[in-house]
């Protein structure tokens, strides 16, 4: 008499099915997921927020201040002095928005700005005194760049 056996396991067709299926599955989650792209853009909203509270301090300034804009800004674009920087040379003075944090607690700082006294972000005036504001280091070959 013959015993009546099952066999017990999966064939080889059936785990590369399964691994195949796990490999594509894998590879879409991680599509999904794109770390640097995600945070990449997260930096590049922040940046966006920030140019615009500096815009929004500028222009709150010149209301308060008869229309003159802060005389430190000049018609070219000029990276700004961070608030409490050791020495603003060759950088814009916007201290006047900080000073008894009226307009600004301090100016805001670009998530990878490189230069010790400087925000990161550029600030300019056209010939009829309207204020342009830029992050250069925008990423992901973005322009941030408000003007009013």
Not at 63 to 69: A, E, H, Q, R, V
Not at 72 to 95: F, M, Q
Not at 115 to 141: F, L, S, W
């Amino acid at each position: 008499m013959r015993k009546n056996q099952k066999n017990k396991g999966f064939t080889l067709l059936e785990v590369l099915l399964v691994v195949a299926i796990i490999t594509i599955l894998a590879g879409i989650v991680i599509l999904a997921l794109n770390i640097g792209k995600q945070l990449s853009a997260t930096r590049n909203a922040e940046r966006m927020m920030e140019v615009n509270a500096i815009l929004n301090a500028t222009y709150q300034y010149s209301l308060d201040n008869d229309g003159n804009i802060p005389a430190t800004i000049t018609a070219t674009p000029t990276e700004i002095c961070k608030t409490g920087a050791t020495s603003c040379s060759g950088l814009i003075d916007l201290s006047v928005l900080t000073a008894n944090e009226e307009y600004l607690v301090s100016l805001p700082v670009d998530p990878r700005a490189t230069n010790v006294n400087g925000t990161g972000y550029t600030i300019a005036k056209t010939a009829y005194d309207r204020i342009i504001v830029a992050a250069p280091n925008a990423e992901r070959e973005t322009t941030i760049s408000v003007i009013r």
